[in-house]
């Protein structure tokens, strides 16, 4: 009897243990989680940051293998796109001067400036669950939590997370992430939240709350963009194309699909809007 | 102490180069899970208090990087542990073949449970299952190739560090 009930107690011990793990946990205080989660972040970091610069150490060298006339073409071609972009900053700041003579008349408040900051992708993780990715510059470039992110193609996500030399983006296509949208050449606000990252294709989002007179598919798709409501992403950034709107349960609004950018999944380069007083 | 310690180092290992694949992957839409690979051999063949801290130091190390409540990859790793500890004198678990076995069986698990946590921020849940089974399916199929070597290096850590603990609890 006396073995019998030893043997009993072997076997719950392991869960008796697991048990108690869970108990000193829940008790435990929040800024002991919120270290030990720093802490153990901080240790992944270095191998990520590492394994960043070694992958562009290889694509430097391997940039070193191209022969003196395609250097000098590549030069070449990017003088000209340097004039025609630096033309185009020419027409901006004449353009922005008047935009805030404008607002100084009108008395409107000033719009959002901010600061680029642009930073290499170290690691990615698209998974079924959630779509991040961990970038190579944090804290010591005061990078703050929850600033939009963007690329040549449009919006990235938004910063989660902030590291002493890493930060984390949310992506557009994560399922967690939600931003207030318009539709090209429309200014009524619309709901827009990450959905299905596909097994073949690119990923893609759920838009609500769409007019009634909006109609897309995939053969004439829509521009969905930034509606700069919210104050978090400046306005007519672009999210996706919309490829598909049906009616919703209710018949108030449509509901549809937004087809993402497939170059989201191999970025390697992203630019943080980091915000910054006007002038 | 050291033995945990050492587990946790073959862990930290782990995790980075699965890491480093699914970075590589993302592009393809593929997407690699190894949950099985971190609680297996410290369940299967370290004592329990030895095996239970490198588990859930180990679950604790894939909550820091993951967007879900701080504790989440450590209770589930930690309560396969005791699962599997509790099952363990009734398995072949020198051979390499059970332990493979296990694995796939502890990853599936996890992978799934995982799934439950998580799916109910997806606006459209349906959808999103061709996705995590494709995602289960070539993970399964990476811990299956990953674990032989794996195991290996931690019974090789544990050598080395001169920490290779007893079999009984």
């Not at chain 1, 719009?111 to 290499?120: I, K, Q």
């Not at chain 2, 180990?58 to 099952?87: I, K």
Request: proline share 6%.
């Amino acid at each position: 009897m006396r073995i019998g009930r030893s043997q009993r107690f072997d076997q719950a011990r392991p869960f008796l243990t697991l048990g108690l793990a869970f108990a000193v946990w829940l008790v435990a205080p929040v800024f002991v989680r919120t270290l030990a989660r720093a802490s153990f972040f901080e240790m992944t970091a270095p191998i990520a940051a590492a394994a960043s610069y070694l992958s562009d150490l290889q694509q430097f060298w391997a940039l070193r293998l191209h022969s003196k006339p395609e250097l000098i073409e590549a030069g070449r071609d990017l003088a000209r796109v340097d004039a025609s972009y630096a033309l185009s900053v020419q027409q901006n700041s004449a353009l922005e001067a008047e935009v805030t003579r404008l607002q100084g008349l009108l008395g409107m408040p000033p719009t959002a400036h901010f600061r680029f900051e642009h930073a290499r992708v170290a690691e990615r993780d698209f998974s079924g669950w959630w779509q991040r990715m961990v970038i190579r510059k944090g804290a010591d470039y005061a990078i703050p939590v929850g600033a939009p992110v963007v690329y040549s193609g449009g919006i990235v996500g938004r910063v989660s997370e902030v590291h002493a030399y890493t930060s984390v983006v949310q992506l557009i296509s994560d399922p967690g992430l939600r931003i207030a949208a318009v539709v090209e050449g429309d200014t009524r606000p619309l709901s827009y939240q990450g959905a299905e990252n596909q097994v073949f294709g690119p990923a893609r989002g759920v838009i609500e709350f769409v007019p009634l007179d909006v109609y897309a598919n995939a053969s004439e798709p829509k521009v969905l963009s930034t509606s700069g409501l919210g104050g978090v992403y400046p306005p007519g950034l672009t999210i996706g194309r919309i490829v598909h709107v049906e009616s919703s349960e209710d018949g108030l609004f449509k509901t549809g699909e937004v087809e993402l950018d497939p170059r989201l999944a191999d970025l390697t380069e992203v630019t943080v809007l980091v915000p910054s007083n006007p002038g | 102490m050291r033995v945990p310690l050492v587990l946790f180092l073959t862990l930290y290992l782990l995790r980075t180069v699965f890491a480093e694949a699914n970075s590589a992957l993302s592009g393809v839409h593929v997407w690699l899970f190894a949950g099985g690979l971190f609680v297996a051999y410290s369940a299967l063949m370290v004592p329990f208090q030895q095996g239970f801290a490198a588990s859930v130091l180990g679950g604790l190390l894939c909550d820091s990087v993951a967007p879900v409540p701080f504790g989440t990859h450590a209770a589930l790793f930690g309560a396969a542990h005791a699962a599997v500890y509790n099952l363990r004198e009734r398995l072949q678990r020198d051979e390499t073949a059970v332990r493979v076995a296990v694995v796939l069986v502890l990853n599936a698990a996890l992978f799934l449970a995982i799934t439950a946590a998580t799916i109910r921020h997806v606006p459209a849940a349906a959808t999103v299952w061709p996705r995590l089974l494709s995602d289960l399916g070539w993970s399964q199929a990476a811990v299956a190739l990953a674990a032989p070597w794996f195991f290996a290096i931690q019974v090789r850590s544990l050598e080395l560090a001169r920490a290779v603990p007893s079999r009984s609890a």
